[in-house]
């Protein structure tokens, strides 16, 4: 797990001494820490016990099968079935409009359950979730992502993986001379 560092300007002493980590593996995720006032924010993967799990995939399921709308901020139960070939459906969500196959739905119950033998042995999530740029590390849904300052929040509405943020601010903010090797940004005027 390689960084992609640079410095930025610190939201809470104002210099130029955000050391800022962009990490693109297992799934793309930031992590900054002041090195003049110590100001911290990073993001800690949604914890999944069993119990947590077998909801997701119950949730995914009924998903799979229509009962209903593949996104959670909706949650409609009045769908439709726009085609049947065999096992392949594609159903559409009257409420928000919302469209989806059922072998898309498939394919992230298939992704979700290829990490349930990690659930089970406790195993640091962030070792077994993987995703691309935009993808949710679960289910590997096409989410987007959002971002909170500088870290990168995942929240998907398909399986409903979501990843926390966390902000450690500095009691006071150090003395002039402490940071003085930190320029402060230019002002406009």
């Not at 980590?21 to 069993?50: A, N, Q």
Request: aromatic share 8%.
């Amino acid at each position: 797990m390689r960084c992609l560092e640079h410095r930025e300007l610190c939201p809470f002493c104002h210099r130029i001494a955000l050391r800022v980590c962009e990490y693109s593996d297992p799934y793309p995720r930031v992590e900054t820490h002041c090195e003049c006032c110590g100001y911290r924010s990073y993001d800690i993967p949604m914890k999944l016990d069993r119990e947590t799990f077998f909801r997701i995939l119950d949730k995914l399921s009924r998903k799979e099968i229509g009962r209903i709308c593949i996104d959670d901020r909706c949650g409609s139960r009045d769908i439709i079935k726009l085609l049947q070939e065999g096992r392949y459906v594609e159903y559409r969500c009257l409420e928000c409009g919302a469209e989806w196959n059922s072998d898309e739905v498939l394919k992230a119950i298939k992704r979700a359950k290829s990490v349930q033998p990690y659930i089970a042995n406790g195993t640091n999530l962030l070792e077994v979730l993987k995703a691309e740029e935009g993808e949710c590390p679960l289910c590997g849904w096409d989410v987007g992502h959002l971002y909170e300052g500088y870290v990168v929040e995942i929240m998907c509405p398909v399986c409903g993986y979501h990843n926390e943020f966390r902000e450690e601010l500095p009691e006071k903010e150090p003395p002039p001379e402490v940071c003085a090797r930190f320029e402060r940004p230019e002002e406009t005027g």
